[in-house]
């Protein structure tokens, strides 16, 4: 597909659209995770316009509080750990080697998937060497996965209004092309429902559609709705449930080479992953564990999820859920 054809996907009926996307996945399952998510610090220089997170009270968790808050997660059954945060000049490497390797001495089995593609360039550059010798340090010390967060929009006329000190359009998939070369797969999100358009829409899936046909490095795709409480674009409302079921029917379509598509319900609202569900989505993340970047920008949904809930959630979808373990091996079927 090229961006033209992806464009004029949004602009379908809607309900076609669905139906279009729906028939893309293989069968009826929507996996879900038990998934822990710890945000090691908020201190961040590059302060973006479109960011609450950094505006709180600044914090960074020692190794040893990582650590632990990991460690607890995965006696109560976590098998997959999300740690992002930001770009802190006072930590550098040793502090996330440190992390992975202790995590991974007390259990080996968990999947560490850990710093954005905006995290490993500003700490490699920090450290003064090279994406490549970064990344192959960090995947001896345990990372497994790169999350796919800082993408935003990949459309620099887009960046530099909300995220004008972060990784480019170009670095961010840079550093994703060198992950999957070292054989660490990642995930990739599109953040949406603020100043950019269709069109920038359409260029962003276009851009990671072309990378996963080169490396088949990523797994999944997450349309993360903008939450404008406490950022620069304060005066901006939230996007419709429309846009919402129309951006995710679009990214199953035009990201046909991904294995998920998730409805991050963090992000989405729980009412609106469910409907979601019958529009292309295959995936609702998982428990989730404490997040709290979104949560900064006014996300109003709970801070986590039971299994319980979470199989409600899927069920009222008229779906099947799956348990899935963070590279979408599907572990359990609950029929």
């Known amino acids: 597909m090229n961006v033209k054809e992806i464009e004029d996907l949004f602009y379908q009926n809607l309900n076609e659209l669905g139906t279009m996307a729906n028939e893309l996945n293989k069968n009826n399952y929507v996996t879900f995770s038990i998934n822990k998510h710890i945000n090691y610090t908020n201190v961040c220089v590059s302060r973006c316009p479109i960011c609450a997170y950094h505006r709180a009270e600044g914090y960074l968790l020692s190794p040893e509080q990582v650590i632990e808050s990991a460690l607890k997660a995965i006696e109560l059954g976590a098998n997959e750990l999300h740690i992002v945060g930001s770009h802190n000049p006072e930590i550098g490497i040793e502090y996330f080697e440190e992390i992975f390797r202790k995590i991974k001495e007390r259990a080996k089995n ?98 990671l559609r072309r990378l ?57 609202g729980i009412k609106e992953t469910e409907i979601a569900l019958n529009y292309g989505a295959n995936d609702v993340d998982g428990t989730v564990m404490g997040e709290k970047i979104a949560h900064s920008a006014g996300a109003e949904t709970p801070l986590e999820m039971g299994k319980g809930r979470i199989l409600e959630m899927i069920r009222r979808a008229g779906k099947v859920p799956a348990r899935r373990d963070a590279f979408f091996n599907i572990l359990e079927v609950y029929k």
Do not use: C
């Not at 070369?181 to 899936?205: C, P, Q, V, W």
């Not at 080169?214 to 795709?221: H, Q, S, V, Y």
């Open 110 to 207: 968990v999947v560490i998937k850990a710093l954005t593609a905006a995290e490993i360039e500003f700490y490699s550059k920090r450290e003064g060497m090279s994406v490549r010798e970064f990344l192959d340090r960090l995947k001896s010390a345990g990372l497994d996965i790169l999350p796919g967060g800082g993408a935003e929009i990949l459309v620099e006329r887009i960046r530099k209004r909300i995220a004008p000190s972060k990784v480019t359009s170009h670095g961010w998939l840079r550093v994703m092309k060198i992950a999957h070369e070292l054989g660490i797969k990642s995930n990739a999100t599109m953040l949406f429902g603020h100043i950019e358009s269709y069109r920038d829409r359409a260029i962003h899936l276009y851009r």
């Open 212 to 268: 996963q046909e080169k490396t088949n490095g990523f797994l999944a795709f997450i349309p993360l709705r903008f939450h404008p409480e406490n950022t620069e674009f304060s005066n901006l409302k939230k996007t419709s449930l429309r846009d919402i079921l129309k951006t995710i029917a679009v990214s199953r379509i035009a990201l046909s080479n991904f294995k998920g598509i998730k409805a991050y319900w963090v992000m989405l």
